[in-house]
């Protein structure tokens, strides 16, 4: 039971404060400071344990919101660890990276500032690490059946840890070097230091989960192979298509794609490397594209020593305050300023560039105009043009689905209309045996969602092994996406 009036003695949200902007472009760790404990009982205790959790609503993984909310403001953290667990194998990665659809959707939030669940939620798994409660949990018996999971983002990572608790001997196969999908090359080390991705392999590894980094699917393992070699697949190998823009002057030195960019910061970071081959250092940048991605791309820019940095966005600039388009419980868009953009760089919206220019094949520059939005597309604005100086321009315009690569042709899995692979209500695509999980099947999205994604397709692939299954299923294909 929570406290009843939590609410109205605390009425303030507080937040953990962010490393002054000095002190944290200079490293490449993570900008929030330690939050008081004190502090965040009370901030739980604001929790009203609704008779109808309007944040369950928000949370694709179901998470037991108030649950956790109460065990932690009477200080009872063992139990809370447990509970969070309970629907969400990596509470360590959306403690930090989640948006937090949950919030928005918080009851507290209709007349006050809704409860700070995210805040909760990564207290209680960091204090669960440091206490050595994130222990590996084996299975009690072993099925005989095996699994292989391509891919080690957070989809792939969640199934195998689902399967691999069931009882099935899991493989999880990843093109690149080491394993964490984009939570390992993308995600920037100041969003999530990569030690936090290591200690949850660990777990895994020690769980029984294996590892096989460096090994492509569909070209160093066949899709025959691996047909023959396991009794089920578990797909999730992310939608890694970039959207490009192609317009005059796209083909000049100093234009890349922000996964062309960022990955290396990470492996500089991980100390394979001491100078990235593609920096900002000295530069005037351009980002093209305003959301998260470009965002990682600006505070890398920021860390790298970029003389001066420009965001530019398509779209306008979004309400500072709820539109009443998005009303409650509804994730609203709102102008976000993440701790990237608290360290500098001019943002820009309402802009199209139109071309980019150069000399001796590379981007000096690029021209570009204000738009405005016209039924439902973009229109120029008459006397707007401009150019604006730039040695680096980065492309953050999302992803259009994933690769139509080697391994999904010759595994003959079918596509929707949008280029993702097709899945059923129990995330099997069209051949026996074979599952899909995250942005694969769901095209970009979040991290939550490719858990949530991850345990439902695990679900469905122990039912296909065993004819029953007792892991949980918290989504199915078609909910609607929440961002
Ligand atoms: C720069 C960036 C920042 C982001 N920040 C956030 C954030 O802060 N919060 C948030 O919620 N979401 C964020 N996202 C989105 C989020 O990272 C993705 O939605 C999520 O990682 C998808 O998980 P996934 O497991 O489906 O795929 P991915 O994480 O993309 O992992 C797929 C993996 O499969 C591997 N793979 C593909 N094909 C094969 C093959 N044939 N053989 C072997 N391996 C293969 C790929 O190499 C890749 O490592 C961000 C995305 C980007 C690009
Ligand atoms: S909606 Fe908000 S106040 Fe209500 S149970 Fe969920 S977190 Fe607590």
Known sequence: MADPKGFLTHTQRILPLRRPVSER????????QEFAEDTLREQAGRCMDCGVP????GCPLGNLIPEWNDLVRTGRWREAFDRLHATNNFPDFTGRLCPAPCEPACVLGINQPPVTIKQVEYEIVERGFM???AEPIRPSKMTGKSVAVVGSGPAGLAAAQQLTRAGHAV???ERDDRIGGLLRYGIPEFKMEKRIVDRRLAQMAAEGTVFRAGVNVGVDVTADQLRSDFDAVVLAGGATAWRDLPIPGRELDGIHQAMEYLPWANRVQAGDLSEPPITAHGKKVVIIGGGDTGADCLGTVHRQGGTCVHQFEIMPRPPETRDPSTPWPMYPLIMRTSAAHEEGGDRVFSVNTEEFIGRDGHVTGLRAHEVRRRNGGFEKVDGTDFELEADL???AMGFVGPERSALLTDLGVEFTGRGTVARDADFATGVPGVYVAGDMGRGQSLIVWAIAEGRAA???ADRYLMGK???????TPTMAPIR
Do not use: I, K
Not at 25 to 32: H, R
Not at 54 to 57: E, L, N, P, S
Not at 469 to 475: D, E, S
């Open 469 to 475: 299954t007792a892991l949980p299923a918290p989504v």
């Open 131 to 133: 206490q050595g409660w």
């Open 25 to 32: 472009v200079g490293d490449w760790n993570e900008v929030y």
């Open 54 to 57: 309007f944040c369950h609503t």
């Open 393 to 395: 321009v980065l492309l």
């Open 458 to 460: 695990a679900a469905g």
């Open 171 to 173: 493989t999880v196969y």
